[in-house]
């Protein structure tokens, strides 16, 4: 009884060492925070791209997955160390606002309007996504929408906004604003035979389908640019400025480009690579 009780010491010991070792392993942890999209996250971008890059420099990515708004607002507040997104006007504010240290085009894809098989609004086929949703509003035709300033709702709403259409006005009618994530609202719109505007890859990836088809594509208007942002040290002295920029560094770079157009869902290429065309 007396020499277990007087291993005790050595047993508490070696626990607080054990403590220390593992605290020490992880304050050496070496990553970054980067705020981004749910299309990116939901296409399965990241998942392609990010075991690459640790593997060639150890910098582990932490992505957290939001709408382009609120990616913004996070970055905005020093809650992260890179933006990546897509939506270029509020991009660019960021900068000009001395949030972001510089705005670089890394890749493009484009929008579609996804919709029933019926196409109660007789869209299908159609270029023009403007005409497209004057035609959708006529027939009050259930239309989600994510309704959570990402940059897939911007370009919705700037999309109504050439129809001519308050769609915002009518909400809770035809009009369903989820406030929700690209494959959240996608789900809605398959349970309800609704349209929706969607990013292509997630569209391929996207596994619950139904009764839902491509219906409008192929308007200039539809083109989807995303950028990436180093997040200013000069604002938010903690920022991982030197590794947040090698992930810009190596994104950009012909290994990353290439990275990226390798990445195919279902046989098809889901983002098109076009940092070259910035001039980087």
Known sequence: MHRSLSRFPAVALMI????????????????????????TQNSGLYGHLLPIFTGVTGIEVRVVAVGTGQAIRLARQGDADVLFVHHKASEEKFVAEGFGVARFDVMYN????????????KVRGMTDAAKALVKIAAAKAAFASR????????KELEL???????ARGVSGSWYRETGSGMGATLNTA???????????????KF???GDLAVMVEGDDRLYNQYGIILVSPAKHPHVKAKDGQAFIDWILSEDGQ??????HISGEQAFFPNAARAGY
């Open 207 to 209: 596994a619950n389908k």
């Open 16 to 39: 607080v060492v054990l403590a220390l070792v593992v605290t020490q392993a992880r304050a050496g942890e070496r990553f970054i925070t980067v705020t981004s999209t749910t299309s």
């Open 110 to 121: 484009d929008f579609v309007i996804v919709g029933p098989k019926a196409d109660p609004a």
């Open 190 to 204: 398959s349970a309800m035979n609704a349209y929706a505007l969607t990013d292509r890859a997630t569209w391929i």
């Open 160 to 166: 109504w906004k050439t129809a001519g259409v308050d």
């Open 258 to 263: 290439e990275a990226i157009a390798a990445y």
């Open 147 to 154: 309704g959570d300033n990402s940059g897939t709702n911007k």
